[in-house]
């Protein structure tokens, strides 16, 4: 199973950026379904963003649409998620998640497809 280490979070005001990062242990083979998932506090988790590393296509929940863009480079084995925009409701823990095979904008509802996750990084948005 690979590992993933999520990087970037932080404190912004609304209106900012921030870009975080998640970075693969190792390179794998065949194609993946990578995501970017987050949770507040006393909420469930919710997916934001979905990504398939083969045919490349994204899928984002309507809440980020617009605001967030997923992205791969996969010489760095690194997903990043460019959060621009941002509003005091997008506080909350970031993880990235994968999982290897198919990749639908269904599994944004599905966090437990998802076989790998990294530690999160925490993204803080102060009005």
């Known amino acids: 199973q690979v590992q993933l280490l999520e990087s970037g979070g932080g404190s912004v005001e609304a209106g900012g950026s921030l870009r975080l990062s998640c970075t693969a242990s190792k390179s794998s083979a065949g194609s993946y379904c990578m995501s970017w998932f987050r949770q507040a506090p006393g909420k469930e988790r919710e997916g934001v963003a979905l990504l398939s590393t083969i045919t490349r296509s994204t899928y984002y929940s309507d809440s980020v649409k617009g605001r967030f863009t997923i992205s791969q480079d996969n010489a760095k084995r690194t997903l990043y998620l460019q959060m621009n925009t941002l509003k005091p409701e997008d506080t909350a823990m970031y993880y990235c998640?994968?999982?290897?095979?198919?990749?639908?904008?269904?599994?944004?509802?599905?966090?437990?497809?998802?076989?790998?996750w990294g530690q999160g990084t925490q993204v803080t948005v102060s009005s």
């Open positions: 998640a994968a999982v290897a095979g198919y990749c639908g904008r269904q599994y944004l509802d599905v966090s437990a497809i998802f076989q790998s």
